[in-house]
Nanobody
Framework: QVQLVESGGGSVQAGGSLRLSCAAS????????MAWFRQTPGKEREGVAV???????TYADSVKGRFTISRDNAKKSLYLQMTSLKPEDTDIYYC??????????????????WGQGTQVTVSS
């Protein structure tokens, strides 16, 4: 049973930084593509960053140069380092896993597995 638990969210001022973490369990972590999505209830979800099992990364244009996705297969963990945060980055951030090895920001097929989310709030 795939379990993903996010942590590290919080409130920061614009220009600040946060590091999100995701602890994975219940599956062979190294074989999965991993990603961070964000979504506010009532709005469409947005892919933020994707990291495949082979190390390929893709980012949403809105976060390129500011966010960095990384993973530690030994610790079964996924990270998102967020810098130069903007109020428009305010959202619930989700850690997501996918068995497909060639995922990108624009191609993230079903099925996939989601954590419970962590709130990020950026004030101006």
């Amino acid at each position: 049973q795939v379990q993903l638990v996010e942590s590290g969210g919080g409130s920061v001022q614009a220009g600040g930084s946060l590091r999100l973490s995701c602890a994975a369990s219940g599956y062979t972590y190294s074989e999965y593509s991993m990603a961070w999505f964000r979504q506010t209830p009532g709005k469409e979800r947005e892919g933020v960053a994707v990291l495949t099992r082979d190390g390929a990364t893709t980012y949403a244009d809105s976060v390129k140069g500011r966010f960095t996705i990384s993973r530690d297969n030994a610790k079964k963990s996924l990270y998102l380092q967020m810098t130069s945060l903007k109020p428009e980055d305010t959202d619930i951030y989700y850690c997501v896993a996918n068995r497909y090895p060639f995922c990108t920001i624009t191609y993230w097929p079903d099925p996939n597995y989601w954590g419970q989310g962590t709130q990020v709030t950026v004030s101006s």
